[in-house]
């Protein structure tokens, strides 16, 4: 079981680094150094920025239970 969680997290963790880069810069910090602050926000979000959202999430949730599972799985296997 923990080789099939451990590669799950590796996996789900490239995705999330993936999915943080294809997010647009909000403003503050970081971004405006690079150049995100000059665009400006019409004041909506796109049907695309909302679906990236909610994927980002969903494969955060996926990579959050991956990690609580190894701590466990480690914790009572003796390993």
Do not use: Q
Request: hydrophobic content about 55%; charged content about 10%; glycine content about 16%.
């Amino acid at each position: 079981m923990i080789p099939l969680f451990t590669v799950l997290l590796v996996i789900t963790s490239a995705i999330m680094i993936l999915l943080v880069l294809l997010h647009k810069g909000r403003g503050g910090g970081l971004s405006d150094m690079f150049g995100g602050g000059v665009s400006s926000s019409l004041g909506g979000s796109s049907v695309a920025e909302r679906n990236l959202d909610r994927f980002t999430i969903g494969v955060g949730v996926i990579w959050f239970a991956c990690i609580v599972a190894l701590g466990l799985l480690k914790a009572y296997s003796g390993a």
